[in-house]
């Protein structure tokens, strides 16, 4: 068995044999104790940085240093499985790298591969920037599961500021992640990829080809698996993000704890009702903060047709896909909180057909198929959370897949500290004011608290204290006084 077919081989080459084995490693920072791969080291000790190409093993080697007097040739002892298919790749194409490495006991740990620019070879993509976006990709993936008879795998991806958008690229990344992509994904990557190159179809299938294989592959496919929560953490990010309401953070923690025993998400998203302005989407952010994924936005009182959310078939000439995987194309990965406001408008579409029956297959994490992506999306790593005001207007199939969360209003007390403690000194801050420089009487904050006590929410206290620390800013800049004290009177001639 050679251990990289790097180029023909003459016929009954038997001196070529397999001289590296395969290691599993989910490390995602390469170092000499953690490293992508260890060079035989026995006949000299190889220098910190040297430069050289992965070759054919017809002497027994995989490696060929660039030496002051000549080429030296070095076994592979063994490989980061992730990493195989990328050092094939680099071989065959005969890119010259240097590596970064120690020399240890047990051989050269190269810990980091660089494309060097040099007269020999050709780059194929984008010369070190790509190479250094699939390795990061492949060192944030968990190392891929054994298999019969010696096959091999392929590594995963996540992705930094580069994207893949030629065919080339695309090409290059499904060669070195290979089966770290979910299988329906891989399937489809590669019937696309098809249809990407061949002179068979039109111009269009072409381009919308490519743009899919684009959206795709540069979301970092995760697993469902979920580390555990602190929930003493958790219940101090809820704390910072809102005021009192106890039982409704109590209710959360208990709800979202789950993953601690099962890492795995919750069977049921969270749907909070409540009167507006209660806090309902700084809950669903803070959420996603315990929970550490990204989160996006859906607004159903804007879906009015439900080929938004699904995306247009490749028959149009400007198809593109929905706004769900679009989300999934910002966040560039699987795991995400999907914060769905205003669901109590969902059922109110006017075009062909109710948007709140595509929520419907996502809020099932059964897998999501974009008309324009024409694929199914794994979709279980998605965590939603709805807002609505009101209940009666949400379907009872869409209500059956929440665990639903009722917010209740602010108590005047409760108004009255959120404003003193909360909204004004935010606002001062944010004004470079101290806060001295801007304060309230308690007659006045009686009367502030009163004159709102009919409104939902805290948004008229808080647009109030931007309008008091503004005020109060105008009269210390134009007027040269130190400080200003709202009292009953000013607070009422300001507002009337």
């Known amino acids: 068995m ?20 395969i290691f599993y490693s989910s490390e995602s920072l390469p170092t000499p104790e953690a490293p992508i791969l260890i060079l035989d080291n026995r006949q000299k000790d ?3 940085h040297s430069c050289g190409v992965f070759t054919n093993p017809d002497k027994r080697t995989a490696f060929e240093f660039d030496e002051e007097d000549g080429t030296a040739s070095a076994n592979i002892l063994k490989i980061d499985a992730r990493f195989v298919p990328l050092l094939r790749w680099l071989g065959e194409n005969r890119i010259h790298v240097r590596l970064s490495g120690k020399n240890l006991a047990d051989g050269y740990a190269v810990y980091k591969i660089r494309e060097i620019a040099f007269g020999k070879g050709t780059k194929l993509s984008a010369e070190d920037g790509f190479l250094q976006f699939i390795i990061e990709r492949l060192l944030s993936s968990d190392a891929p599961e054994p298999e019969e008879d010696g096959a091999e795998e392929e590594p995963d991806e996540t992705g930094d500021d580069m994207k893949l958008t030629s065919l080339q690229s695309i090409t290059d990344f499904m060669t070195c992640a290979g089966k770290t992509l979910p299988d329906t994904i891989l399937l489809w990557a590669r019937r696309n990829l098809a249809v990407a190159r061949s002179h068979e179809v039109t111009l269009e299938e072409r381009r919308h080809a490519q743009r899919a294989l684009s959206i795709v592959l540069n979301i970092k496919w995760k697993t469902n698996y979920f ?46 009702i409540g009167p ?13 903060r315990i929970l550490k994924l990204p989160w996006t936005t859906l607004d159903m009182s804007s879906i009015n047709d439900p080929e938004q959310l699904t995306g247009s078939s490749r028959i149009y000439a400007n198809a593109k896909p929905g706004i769900i995987m679009e989300a999934f194309s910002a966040a560039r990965e699987s795991n995400l909180v999907f914060i769905i406001n205003e669901l109590d408008k969902a059922a109110s579409g006017k075009g062909n057909g109710n948007p709140a029956d595509v929520l419907l297959t996502l809020l099932d994490n059964l897998g999501f198929t974009d008309n324009y992506i024409e694929c ?14 009101d209940k009666s207007q949400i379907s009872a199939p869409l209500m059956s897949r929440f665990a639903v969360i009722d917010i209740p209003d602010y108590t005047p007390e409760e108004k009255k500290i ?3 403690r909360y909204a004004l000194p935010k606002v001062l801050k944010r004004m470079g004011l101290a ?3 801007c304060t309230i009487t308690e007659e006045a904050l009686d009367a502030l608290v009163n004159k709102y006590v009919t409104t939902s929410g805290i948004r008229d206290l808080e647009q109030t204290a931007e309008h008091l620390a503004a005020n109060a800013l105008y009269q210390i800049e134009v007027d040269h006084v130190s400080e200003v004290v709202f009292d009953e009177k000013m607070l009422g001639e300001l507002l009337a």
């Open 2 to 21: 050679p251990v990289f077919d790097f180029r023909n081989e003459p016929q009954g080459a038997d001196i070529s044999e397999c001289t590296y084995s």
């Open 46 to 48: 190889w220098k910190h």
């Open 227 to 272: 580390e555990s929560i602190d929930p003493v953490e958790a219940r101090r990010i809820l704390d910072e993000e809102l005021y009192g309401m106890e039982r409704v953070k109590q209710r959360i923690i208990e709800t979202i704890i789950q993953i601690n025993r099962t890492h795995t998400l919750p069977a049921y998203g969270l749907l909070l």
């Open 276 to 288: 507006a302005g209660t806090g309902k989407s700084q809950i669903a952010y803070a959420v996603a």
């Open 376 to 389: 199914m999306i794994p979709t279980v790593g998605v965590y939603p959370i709805a807002t609505a005001n």
């Open 418 to 420: 959120i404003f003193s």
């Open 435 to 437: 806060e001295h420089e």
